[in-house]
Protein backbone atom coordinates (compact mmCIF):
# COMPACT_ATOMS: atom_id res chain seq x y z
CA UNK A 1 0.00 0.00 0.00
CA UNK A 2 2.63 2.63 0.73
CA UNK A 3 4.23 1.98 -2.53
CA UNK A 4 0.73 2.49 -4.57
CA UNK A 5 0.22 5.89 -2.14
CA UNK A 6 2.60 7.17 0.35
CA UNK A 7 0.37 9.30 2.06
CA UNK A 8 -1.15 6.41 4.28
CA UNK A 9 1.74 6.18 6.27
CA UNK A 10 -0.23 9.72 7.61
CA UNK A 11 -2.82 7.57 8.43
CA UNK A 12 -1.70 4.09 9.12
CA UNK A 13 1.41 2.77 10.55
CA UNK A 14 3.95 1.02 9.06
CA UNK A 15 3.59 -2.39 10.39
CA UNK A 16 -0.60 -2.28 9.43
CA UNK A 17 -0.19 -1.95 5.81
CA UNK A 18 -1.51 -4.89 3.79
CA UNK A 19 -0.58 -5.84 -0.01
CA UNK A 20 -2.16 -4.54 -2.63
CA UNK A 21 -3.69 -7.07 -5.06
CA UNK A 22 -1.22 -6.27 -7.46
CA UNK A 23 1.28 -7.11 -4.57
CA UNK A 24 -0.62 -10.34 -3.74
CA UNK A 25 -0.10 -11.92 -7.46
CA UNK A 26 3.56 -10.94 -7.38
CA UNK A 27 3.80 -13.02 -4.13
CA UNK A 28 1.87 -16.13 -5.57
CA UNK A 29 4.29 -16.08 -8.20
CA UNK A 30 7.29 -16.17 -5.95
CA UNK A 31 5.55 -18.78 -4.40
CA UNK A 32 5.29 -20.75 -7.63
CA UNK A 33 9.21 -20.51 -7.59
CA UNK A 34 9.71 -21.35 -3.82
CA UNK A 35 7.15 -24.66 -4.05
CA UNK A 36 9.63 -25.87 -6.97
CA UNK A 37 12.78 -25.15 -5.10
CA UNK A 38 11.81 -26.66 -1.68
CA UNK A 39 10.31 -29.58 -2.98
CA UNK A 40 8.58 -32.19 -0.50
CA UNK A 41 11.64 -31.18 1.78
CA UNK A 42 10.84 -29.25 5.42
CA UNK A 43 11.28 -25.62 5.53
CA UNK A 44 11.69 -23.45 8.71
CA UNK A 45 10.26 -20.28 8.11
CA UNK A 46 10.99 -17.03 9.85
CA UNK A 47 8.60 -14.19 8.79
CA UNK A 48 8.35 -10.34 9.90
CA UNK A 49 5.46 -9.33 12.19
CA UNK A 50 4.37 -6.77 9.64
CA UNK A 51 1.12 -7.58 8.24
CA UNK A 52 2.25 -7.69 4.34
CA UNK A 53 5.12 -10.27 5.29
CA UNK A 54 2.64 -12.20 6.72
CA UNK A 55 0.23 -12.11 4.06
CA UNK A 56 3.25 -12.58 1.53
CA UNK A 57 4.16 -15.97 3.19
CA UNK A 58 -0.12 -16.72 2.85
CA UNK A 59 0.65 -15.89 -0.61
CA UNK A 60 2.99 -18.38 -0.93
CA UNK A 61 0.68 -21.03 -0.77
CA UNK A 62 3.36 -23.18 0.92
CA UNK A 63 2.32 -26.83 2.34
CA UNK A 64 1.87 -26.46 6.20
CA UNK A 65 2.73 -30.08 6.56
CA UNK A 66 6.20 -29.21 5.13
CA UNK A 67 6.69 -25.42 7.10
CA UNK A 68 7.59 -24.37 10.71
CA UNK A 69 6.76 -20.82 11.16
CA UNK A 70 8.04 -18.17 13.61
CA UNK A 71 7.61 -14.86 13.63
CA UNK A 72 10.62 -12.74 14.23
CA UNK A 73 10.71 -8.78 15.00
CA UNK A 74 13.80 -8.45 14.09
CA UNK A 75 13.68 -9.30 10.44
CA UNK A 76 11.07 -6.21 10.59
CA UNK A 77 11.08 -3.58 8.55
CA UNK A 78 13.80 -0.33 9.09
CA UNK A 79 11.85 2.10 11.63
CA UNK A 80 11.25 5.63 10.13
CA UNK A 81 9.15 6.96 13.14
CA UNK A 82 5.55 6.68 13.84
CA UNK A 83 3.21 9.13 11.84
CA UNK A 84 4.87 10.05 9.16
CA UNK A 85 4.64 13.42 7.26
CA UNK A 86 4.70 12.46 3.53
CA UNK A 87 6.46 16.13 3.06
CA UNK A 88 9.10 15.38 6.26
CA UNK A 89 9.79 11.94 5.18
CA UNK A 90 11.17 13.05 1.65
CA UNK A 91 13.03 15.73 2.97
CA UNK A 92 14.83 12.89 4.92
CA UNK A 93 14.84 10.60 2.15
CA UNK A 94 17.27 13.41 0.15
CA UNK A 95 18.96 13.75 3.43
CA UNK A 96 20.16 10.25 3.71
CA UNK A 97 20.63 9.87 0.06
CA UNK A 98 23.37 12.47 0.72
CA UNK A 99 24.68 10.95 3.91
CA UNK A 100 24.58 7.22 3.41
CA UNK A 101 21.99 4.90 3.66
CA UNK A 102 23.87 2.99 6.09
CA UNK A 103 24.62 5.71 8.10
CA UNK A 104 21.92 8.13 8.20
CA UNK A 105 19.29 7.61 11.31
CA UNK A 106 15.98 9.14 10.27
CA UNK A 107 14.05 11.12 13.16
CA UNK A 108 12.39 8.66 15.74
CA UNK A 109 13.95 6.01 13.51
CA UNK A 110 16.77 4.07 12.73
CA UNK A 111 19.69 3.94 10.76
CA UNK A 112 20.85 1.16 8.58
CA UNK A 113 23.42 0.67 10.82
CA UNK A 114 21.03 0.10 13.66
CA UNK A 115 19.17 -2.70 11.23
CA UNK A 116 22.36 -4.28 10.63
CA UNK A 117 22.68 -4.72 14.60
CA UNK A 118 19.62 -6.60 15.18
CA UNK A 119 19.76 -8.45 11.97
CA UNK A 120 23.14 -9.77 13.13
CA UNK A 121 21.66 -10.71 16.36
CA UNK A 122 19.75 -12.48 14.55
CA UNK A 123 22.12 -14.35 12.21
CA UNK A 124 23.51 -15.33 15.62
CA UNK A 125 20.75 -17.13 17.06
CA UNK A 126 20.13 -18.68 13.60
CA UNK A 127 23.37 -20.18 13.67
CA UNK A 128 22.57 -21.89 17.08
CA UNK A 129 19.49 -23.33 15.19
CA UNK A 130 21.29 -25.30 12.88
CA UNK A 131 23.17 -27.34 15.53
CA UNK A 132 19.66 -28.88 16.67
CA UNK A 133 19.63 -32.02 15.07
CA UNK A 134 15.95 -31.89 14.21
CA UNK A 135 16.66 -28.71 12.07
CA UNK A 136 14.93 -28.55 8.60
CA UNK A 137 17.51 -28.63 5.61
CA UNK A 138 15.75 -24.79 4.36
CA UNK A 139 15.21 -21.51 6.10
CA UNK A 140 13.35 -19.12 4.63
CA UNK A 141 13.50 -15.71 5.60
CA UNK A 142 9.94 -13.65 4.72
CA UNK A 143 11.49 -9.90 5.35
CA UNK A 144 12.12 -6.48 3.34
CA UNK A 145 14.19 -5.35 0.93
CA UNK A 146 17.08 -3.45 3.28
CA UNK A 147 16.84 -5.99 6.20
CA UNK A 148 17.61 -8.95 3.49
CA UNK A 149 20.42 -6.44 1.55
CA UNK A 150 21.45 -5.59 5.49
CA UNK A 151 21.49 -9.81 6.22
CA UNK A 152 23.13 -10.59 3.41
CA UNK A 153 26.50 -7.61 4.15
CA UNK A 154 26.39 -9.46 7.42
CA UNK A 155 26.71 -12.81 6.12
CA UNK A 156 29.11 -12.23 3.34
CA UNK A 157 31.46 -9.15 5.54
CA UNK A 158 30.54 -6.89 2.81
CA UNK A 159 31.95 -3.67 4.02
CA UNK A 160 29.68 -0.22 4.48
CA UNK A 161 30.91 1.10 0.90
CA UNK A 162 29.85 -2.45 -1.21
CA UNK A 163 26.25 -2.42 0.84
CA UNK A 164 25.98 1.28 -0.12
CA UNK A 165 26.37 0.75 -3.75
CA UNK A 166 23.60 -2.23 -3.97
CA UNK A 167 19.82 -1.46 -4.91
CA UNK A 168 17.14 -3.19 -2.29
CA UNK A 169 15.31 -6.09 -4.49
CA UNK A 170 12.03 -5.18 -6.18
CA UNK A 171 8.77 -6.14 -4.25
CA UNK A 172 8.65 -9.84 -3.71
CA UNK A 173 11.86 -10.51 -5.58
CA UNK A 174 13.95 -13.58 -3.54
CA UNK A 175 17.34 -14.68 -3.35
CA UNK A 176 18.93 -17.52 -2.33
CA UNK A 177 22.30 -19.00 -0.24
CA UNK A 178 22.97 -21.78 -2.45
CA UNK A 179 25.59 -24.46 -0.62
CA UNK A 180 28.41 -25.46 -2.54
CA UNK A 181 30.58 -28.62 -2.86
CA UNK A 182 33.19 -26.51 -1.37
CA UNK A 183 31.13 -25.64 1.76
CA UNK A 184 30.71 -22.38 0.73
CA UNK A 185 27.49 -20.16 0.04
CA UNK A 186 26.72 -18.10 -2.86
CA UNK A 187 23.67 -15.79 -4.03
CA UNK A 188 21.78 -17.62 -6.72
CA UNK A 189 21.83 -13.75 -7.96
CA UNK A 190 23.60 -10.85 -7.42
CA UNK A 191 21.97 -7.40 -5.92
CA UNK A 192 21.89 -4.97 -8.83
CA UNK A 193 24.51 -2.62 -8.63
CA UNK A 194 24.15 1.50 -9.00
CA UNK A 195 27.57 2.65 -8.57
CA UNK A 196 31.15 1.24 -7.80
CA UNK A 197 31.76 0.61 -4.03
CA UNK A 198 33.77 3.91 -2.86
CA UNK A 199 35.61 2.99 0.03
CA UNK A 200 37.90 4.75 2.45
CA UNK A 201 40.57 2.06 3.27
CA UNK A 202 41.89 -1.41 1.93
CA UNK A 203 38.65 -3.59 3.27
CA UNK A 204 37.54 -1.90 -0.12
Not at 67 to 81: F, I, K, N
Not at 103 to 131: H, K, N, P, W
Not at 184 to 203: A, K, Q, V
Amino acid sequence: MGNADDTVYEREPDHALALTERGRRQAEETGKRLREVFGQEQVSVYVSPYRRTHETLRAFGLNSDLVRVREEPRLREQDWGNWQDRDDVQLQKAYRDAYGHFFYRFAQGESGADVYDRVGGFLESLYRSFEAPDHPPNVLLVTHGLAMRLFCMRWFHWTVAEFESLSNPGNAEMRMLVLGSDGRYTLDRPFERWRDPESYGITG
